[in-house]
């Protein structure tokens, strides 16, 4: 067994946790305690944690003093500038999420899990819209078949603030009429 109080959250870990986000740590960590037999903690032999700061945070919240052997990783092969190397590299977000396979299991299993309740609440609690517009899958509305064409030579008057459109404000000769 480990004892928590041998190591110490790292002050410039850059990522931060809040008291919801937190909670739903915890009731992970109980859920599925095994989890951090396969996803350790990593602690420098200092004892200073590099990656898996909010899991020691959640662990002492949840009054843990001792945890068995598996659950820290020390990493004292690391140079110290591997080590600050480290702590940036386990917090990137390189993936993303496969809303299909998401999907089917739906908005309050998610929610169960840990996504954020006020995002799965979001475009109508749709996952596969949030999906598509998080993994950029929207197509671009396509213009009317009646909209005319415009000559990009014409000097601006006006821009959309939405979208960027300009446009001169002059009627085509044919409404003019």
Known sequence: MKKLTDFYT????PRK???SRLEKLKASLVKLQKMLAYRPIVANSDGKILGGNQRYVALVA???TEVPD???KIADDLTPEEQELFVIEDNMPFGEWDWDIL???GNEYLIDVGFDADFMT???SDVLAIGAILNNETEEPAAPDDFAEY???IDTQYECPKCGYRWSGKQNQDEAG
């Open 70 to 72: 598996e659950w820290i």
């Open 103 to 105: 999907s089917p299991m």
């Open 122 to 124: 979001a475009a109508n």
């Open 151 to 153: 000559d990009e030579s």
């Open 10 to 13: 790292n002050k410039n870990n």
């Open 17 to 19: 946790i809040t008291k």
């Open 62 to 64: 949840l009054g843990y």
